[in-house]
Every structure is written in C-alpha cells, then in structure tokens.
C-alpha cells in the first residue's frame, strides 16, 4: 500500500464525490412541453392571425356602416307610397316636392296632410330631388321617415294577448331582401296578425324600399327585433305557442294546418336557403304550400300571404 501511495504522490484518491452545484431541476423541466401549439389565428406573426384580424376589423366596420345607416333618416320615394305613408301616419320630418312638377290629388293630399300634421314640406330643384333619392323613381314627392324604433320580442306577445284573441305572430329566418320584408309587414296586417319578429343580424331592416313596399303598414303593425331568433321562439313555446315554419319540402300543406286556430308563429324561411337548421329544429311542424307542379317556389312574401290567408280563413270559420 506504501508503494502504491509514493507512486501517486503520496496522496490518496477517494471515489467520493463531494458537493457539487446542481441545476435545481430546471433542465428537467426545460424538457417539459410548453403545451398544445396555438392555433394559425392566434400565432402574432402567422399569415392567419393577420387574415384573421383583418376579418374582424372589415365585420365591426360592417356593422358601424348598418347601425350608422339605421340611425340615419330615410326617403320614401313615389306619389302612391308617400300619400299611403301619410295616409297611414307614418312619422315624418319632411315632405319634399319637386319644383315644376303636375300636381295631382295624391300630391295636393300629401301636401295637405302634411301642413295638418306640422311636417315641413320643401320645395327643391328636381336635380337635388334626384340627388337626395339616388335617383330613385320619385315622380316628384319624397317623404323622409326618421329611423325606425324597434319594439321587442315580448311586447309583441304581450299586445298579442292582450287582444284576447289567439295570438298570430310572424317571424322572419334571414329575409335579407328589404321589399320581402315590407311585403310581409303588408300581409300580415292584412291577415290579422299581431306583429312581425326580424333577427338582429342577417336580416332586411325598416328601410325607405321596405316603408314602400309595406305602403306604410309598419306604423301599424309591431316590428320587433330578436337578439337570437331560436331563443325567442322557444321563448314563445314555453308561453303556449305552437310554431310552424314555411319549408317547401314538408310533408303537411298549409290546406291541413290544424294548428292555425291557436296561438301560432308562423317563420318564413329565407328567400334562398329556406329555414336554417336550427330555427327548422325549433318548429312544432313545417307546412308546405300545395302547387301546380312543374311551378318553381314561391317567393318569401308571396308564401306567407298564402299561409297568413289560411290561417285567417280558418280562424274566421272556426
């Protein structure tokens, strides 16, 4: 052993280790996973991400443009629907009359009228009149209406009750057209119904085309807007009414519609794509309109006044 000691030096090696300095386990965890990649959208840099925003940005513009021209003034254009929009007692806060024009009696009733209730009538050149209407088919008069004012969904089911009479309320899934709108505004007050629900987004608003088309019917008739039209129809379920929507392909023509005589909603379908999946999912029933065959569809408007004239025939009858 002394030998091997003066061959080393004479001192002695120990395979002991001492204390050494340690990572604390964080290389360990440095191997740990940082998670799930995120998503192409959610990446800072990612091609995606900035699609994605600049998605949301041209969306919240949309809808600055539409509540902007929802809160903007409208013209009704036209002899025979401003003298109805005066006739009806539609709000406005002007009448505008061409300068030089034939004056007829729909003109002088306008005029007329207007002057009892307070609004100003103005006399423009025909050029600022055409400007005005973006060159709309005017014939020399045009009436401005100030934003329509929405009710809600359950002020049109509480003026239904109230009448004591089965409540008829008719619904809209997506009509983007603004004179299938009035059309249906027009039918439903002619049919006895009680007021028209429109969805908040992806709908056709109260507009100048949609005042005459509805030849001022919307000031007599509630228009509602829905926040989430499937909700307000089961909404309307859970209070006693049945709905039933307009689908070419079902199976029960509104000649069987039993249900007409109670309390209903009656949902009319877009004018391209027809009731949306959940909103069809909603519905107690789905009627279709018995036709000739080889006829193509009817148009959104001309269906509800075909099923709004059954339910009124029925409802008269029973």
């Known amino acids: 052993m002394a030998g091997n000691d003066k061959r080393r030096g004479g001192v002695r090696k120990s395979n002991k280790k001492g204390m050494v300095v340690g990572s604390g386990g964080q290389r360990r965890r440095g191997l740990q996973g940082k998670g799930p990649t995120p998503k192409a959208e959610n990446r800072v840099a990612h091609p995606a991400k900035k699609k994605a925003d600049a998605r949301a940005k041209a969306e919240q513009q949309r809808a600055k443009r539409q509540q902007a021209a929802e809160n903007s003034p409208e013209l009704v254009a036209g002899r025979n629907p401003v003298v109805e929009c005066v006739r009806a007692g539609v709000p406005a806060t002007g009448l505008y009359v061409a300068q030089g024009i034939d004056i007829d009696d729909r003109v002088e009733e306008a005029v007329r009228e207007a002057k009892l209730r307070g609004v100003p009538v103005v006399d423009v050149p025909r050029t600022e009149l055409d400007r005005m209407t973006s060159n709309a088919l005017h014939q020399g008069v045009a009436l401005q209406v100030p934003p329509f004012e929405y009710g809600h969904p359950e002020e049109v089911l509480r003026t239904a009750v109230d009448t004591g009479l089965p409540p008829l309320i008719v619904a809209l899934d997506g009509v983007t057209d603004p004179r299938n709108l009035g059309a249906v505004i027009r039918s439903a007050a002619a049919f006895g119904a009680h007021g028209v629900i429109v969805p908040q987004r992806r709908s056709a608003g109260i507009t100048a085309v949609a005042w005459r088309t509805s030849a001022g ?40 519609l039993d249900l007409a005589t109670g309390p209903l909603v009656v949902v009319v379908g877009s004018e391209g794509r027809g009731l949306s999946r959940l909103v069809r999912e909603t519905c107690d029933q789905t009627v279709s309109i018995p036709m000739a065959t080889g006829v193509e569809s009817l148009n959104a408007s001309v269906a509800a006044g075909v099923v709004l004239s059954e339910v009124a025939r029925r409802r008269r009858v029973r």
Do not use: C, H, W, Y
């Open 217 to 256: 019917t919307a000031a007599q008739l509630p228009v509602a807007k829905a926040v989430n039209l499937t909700r307000t129809l089961k909404d309307f379920k859970q209070e006693g009414l049945m709905v039933v929507g307009l689908d070419a392909d079902a199976d029960i023509t509104s000649d069987d």
